[in-house]
């Protein structure tokens, strides 16, 4: 993975569109998050992407139809459904919007199937070389039902990969229950960087995150979570996630860039689809004043963003990392071989890849 410099040319292309990913099981209540923050006039001059329009009420919101595959509605912003290909909707969407042929928009939302694993929809969102560069994944919401989020952890794996790789998860229907302590324990063992909101939270809150719009600055701590930041390394996750788990890797020093790109590369290409999620800041030697963000899904990752400054006086990198059928011991003891650390009980290089041939100079 290369962290050079962007080109000068980039100077002219577009900012890339924030895009917001929304997810939950079935019946954990996304269509009425959803329709709420459709009233919302944050929301105005966005696309949401769903999968039919029947699926929500846009009767009360309807304004005109601009074609057979998208609507507008009073708040402003448009929703188109999702009849084939989701690389294909968004890659119209750009055309129209930049024909001239639909009112240009600041922010896209997609709301996903309650069945759908969302790690291939980030992947998707990530990995195509021209979206990657017009769009910008802000955030991925999910929505837990607190009356029957466990049971859905229990049963469907759907469910577990959902909340692993939120970074908000918004908790509805916690009045039939009174008591989430229990749902919130479980929550915050399994994805101890997601904020839990409630469903009135602002849509602001909701669906802004690290790429805000209008210049807004990077609120890092709120969005790796301050939980994050104190994670021990052998989360003791509940029976039913065993096979997902959550490490905050972390370095007071600067990180050398050659060998921060070799942990990044050996990660991605040794053990990427166990990567569920990763996110973080990193403040390089070379540049420790202006700390690049690096966000990636499995064995793909966007390219770094570099911050004009520290978001905040914490001036630390720190990595999250959301694993499947990876245990979290294991990257530490990566991490701090790379850095130079000492430990008694780290491995020489060829162990700590399944692929030792992937070592980069190994």
């Not at 998707?124 to 466990?150: C, E, K, M, N, S």
Request: proline content about 8%; hydrophobic content about 45%; some cysteine.
């Amino acid at each position: 993975m290369s962290l050079t410099a962007s080109p000068a040319s980039d100077s002219r292309r577009p900012e890339p569109i924030p895009l917001t990913v929304l997810t939950g099981f079935l019946g954990a209540g996304k269509t009425t998050l959803l329709n709420r923050l459709l009233r919302d006039p944050a929301l105005a001059d966005t696309v949401v992407i769903v999968n039919e329009f029947g699926e929500i009420g846009l009767d009360h919101l309807l304004i005109e139809s601009i074609d057979e595959d998208m609507v507008l509605l009073g708040a402003g912003c448009l929703c188109c459904t999702v009849r084939g290909d989701l690389i294909a909707t968004l890659e119209d969407l750009l055309r129209k919007r930049d024909n001239g042929r639909i009112t240009p928009f600041r922010r896209v939302v997609i709301e996903t199937t309650g069945l759908a694993d969302p790690a291939p929809i980030l992947h998707a969102l990530i990995y195509h070389p021209y979206l990657v560069l017009r769009y910008r994944l802000q955030a991925v919401v999910t929505v837990v039902d607190a009356a029957t989020g466990a049971a859905s952890l229990d049963a469907h794996p759907e469910a577990v990969r959902q909340a692993a790789v939120a970074d908000r998860i918004v908790l509805t229907k916690a009045d039939l229950v009174g008591d989430t302590a229990g749902i919130r324990a479980r929550l915050a063992a399994l994805n101890p960087a997601a904020r839990i909101l409630p469903p009135d939270a602002p849509a602001d809150d909701l669906l802004g995150g690290l790429f805000g719009l209008d210049g807004k600055g990077a609120d890092v701590r709120a969005w790796l979570g301050d939980a994050a930041l104190d994670l021990p390394h052998q989360a003791d996750v509940n029976r039913h996630d065993a096979a997902i788990r959550a490490v905050c890797l972390t370095s007071e020093a600067p990180v050398p860039r050659p060998a921060f790109e070799m942990f990044m590369d050996l990660l991605r290409s040794g053990h990427g689809p166990k990567l569920l999620r990763l996110k973080g800041i990193v403040a390089l030697a070379d540049d420790p004043e202006h700390p690049i963000v690096v966000h990636g899904v499995q064995h793909v990752f966007h390219a770094p963003l570099t911050l004009p400054a520290w978001p905040d006086p914490d001036h630390t990198s720190r990595l999250v990392l959301i694993l499947r059928d990876l245990d979290p011991a294991f990257v530490q003891r990566l991490w701090d071989a790379f850095l130079g650390r000492p430990r008694v009980d780290a491995p020489d290089a060829a162990a700590l890849t399944d692929n030792p041939l992937a070592i980069p100079g190994g």
